[in-house]
């Protein structure tokens, strides 16, 4: 087995600088050329609307629709929040329900407040003494 770069002649061992230095560059090479990224697909407004609509329609699941799409399922999700019109999940509530709401809360925090400073405050029997409270188990 001799070195195809005939820097020390005739190369018979594994460790040649000239072998090693070429094997690696061809590992690096071959590494390089696998990844290598595909070119970026590039679709229209309508296919997305399309796919989006098709996604959300049907009863299957998003992964399976991008797969007969061939498209990316992450493509196809991105795709969905983008396109997909907001769903309304709030009702709308006219001013007087909520300031009838906010008058109602006011109150209920008033009443609260007053019961637990009722609760602050030290009990007295009727001679006027303080009352101790004993909880035994």
Same mark, same amino acid.
């Given at each position: ?43 229209? %407004? ?16 998003? %992964? ?19 396109? %997909? ?15 009838? !709401? ?5 109150? !209920? ?29």
């Amino acid at each position: 087995m001799g070195c195809s770069f005939k820097i020390r002649g005739t190369c018979n061992t594994r460790g040649c600088f000239a072998c090693v230095l070429y094997s690696s560059k061809n590992r690096l090479s071959n590494v390089a050329n696998q990844t290598k990224k595909k070119p970026n697909k590039s679709y229209t %407004s309508e296919f997305k609307e399309s796919a989006v609509k098709l996604a959300n329609e049907t009863d299957q699941p998003v %992964s399976q629709t991008a797969r007969e799409l061939g498209v990316n399922v992450n493509t196809l999700h991105t795709w969905i929040s983008k396109y %997909s019109k907001p769903v309304k999940t709030v009702a709308n509530r006219s001013d007087e329900h909520i300031y009838d !709401e906010v008058k109602r809360l006011k109150k !209920e925090l008033a009443k609260v407040i007053q019961e637990r400073d009722l609760l602050k405050r030290p009990q007295r029997t009727l001679q006027g003494k303080l009352c101790e409270v004993r909880m035994d188990n």
